[in-house]
């Protein structure tokens, strides 16, 4: 009997508990519920919108040719391909360039440019394009991953600049890895600045030499440095051997890997302003577009800060580029899809301090 009795009372406290704490996770939910509200009332909004929004597109590199504005971006497409930290999700197949003749003026989609079953030596995954125009004819520069799964860089022509281009048997003899950015000089040579980590496989590259199993860089490491070769007259080949780009802090050292929000990681730029060479770059896993300075375009480059904060998506990528007297920053983030994979490229007003640093652009109000 006592023993019963003594059941009763643990079911009954047993009972009471498990309807406490019932109460509990329901007020628990009250409460985030609110929260969740608060959030969605202060919603961050866009400073710009999507420059098309027919397609995804993404990485864009704008230019001025002929006096129309030209962007040559990614075309992201949902291919299904599960996503991982290799970047396979981003498994592009062909490029659309798009033009306008003033920013925020009307947005034309000349269709396919390249397509990767036009490029014979390609295997997968048509990353970050860029272009330029010299000897009378507009070069494509793109990278895909070749046959063994090894991204070069490739080169295509075409009379016009919106294409169709026609790539090349081979890619550049020498390339490697992703993002290739091309600059013209005053002087009229053109560089091309290149690279990124991890997916980009620029770890992998060390004197120019491939190295499959090399691994990213431990915190404690030096950080992978961006790569660039002077173009030759034919703009189809390097006129020199790749060389290893110097990013270092105000004290002139270099970053080590765990200066994970200052370092390398991808998407090449450079431009040039009142005679100083800006080279800025998306620092990956932590978002930003920074920019580091020099006196000529081997670098070093100094570092000097954020272009752009980080954006909706996994990804940040730019171009800066000046029209008509004003300078502006081409870039995307995931508004259309809320998708990391899937982009829509922007553009906005980029400023500059009387010193000549950059002002910050956070791309939400
Ligand atoms: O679009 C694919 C890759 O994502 C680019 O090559 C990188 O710069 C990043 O934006």
Redesign the pocket.
Known sequence: MQKMKRQLAFIGIALTAALLSSCNSSEQKEKEEPKQEAQTEKKKEPISQPLVSHIYT??PSAHVFNGRIYIYP?H?TATGTPEDDL?SH?N?MDYHILSMDSVGGKVTDHGVALHIKDVPWAGR?M??PDAAFANNTYYLYF?VKNKKDVFQIGVATSDKPEGPFKAEKEPIKGSYS??PSVFKDDDGSFYMYFG?IWG?QLQRWNNNKYDDSAKNRKPEEMAVQPRMAKLSKDMKSFAEPVKEIQIVGKDGKPFTEKDNDKRFF??SWMHKYKGKYYFSY?TGDTHFINYATGDNPYGPFTYQGVVLDPVDGW???HSIVEINGKWYIFY?DVQLSGKTHL?NVKVTELKYNADGSIQAINAYK
């Open positions: 993404a990485d990614s992201d970047g981003f592009m995954q990353w970050a990278p992703i993002d990124g980009g991808e998407a998306s990804t940040n990528h995307h982009r």
